[in-house]
């Protein structure tokens, strides 16, 4: 494998959310393919996976609202003792509670489109990130 996408592949493995998606399987697989070209195609896909928003941060925080158009997974990250994330609809009202005792990492799947906010109690540091279920 090219030194170039061997960094590259790298670099997006170590950006990989730790739920909901396992980096070392997925390099498996593709080291897997026995055709070049869908091999090239298995590294680019792992590549190309990005968040679709990432937000850190330490303390308590709403943000901003956001708007999705299809399924997406909300992945986050507790860097301290205790960690609630409130998934909000555009009024504000709670839909879905989330806790992280400890450091660590948990996800929830938003199924449906629409316009939601978050808020983060956190007695410390954090990452949430929304990106395509996978």
């Known amino acids: 494998m090219p030194?170039?996408?061997?960094?590259?592949?790298s670099a997006a493995l170590a950006a990989a959310p730790a739920l909901g998606f396992d980096p070392a399987a997925a390099l498996d697989a593709c080291r897997g393919e026995r055709d070049?070209?869908?091999?090239l195609a298995c590294y680019d896909?792992?590549?190309?996976r990005k968040p679709v928003v990432e937000h850190r941060g330490a303390g308590n925080r709403i943000l901003p609202l956001f708007d999705l158009s299809k399924p997406t997974r909300l992945v986050f990250e507790s860097m301290d003792a205790i960690m609630v994330v409130y998934l909000l609809d555009a009024s504000g009202a709670v839909i879905?509670?989330?806790h992280q005792a400890g450091t660590g990492s948990g996800s929830f799947l938003i199924e449906r489109p629409g316009r939601y906010g978050i808020q983060v109690n956190a007695s410390g540091g954090w990452l949430i990130r929304l990106e395509e279920p996978g």
């Open 36 to 39: 070049d070209a869908q091999r």
């Open 3 to 9: 030194r170039g996408l061997v960094i590259l592949v």
């Open 45 to 48: 896909r792992l590549a190309a």
């Open 96 to 98: 879905q509670n989330l």
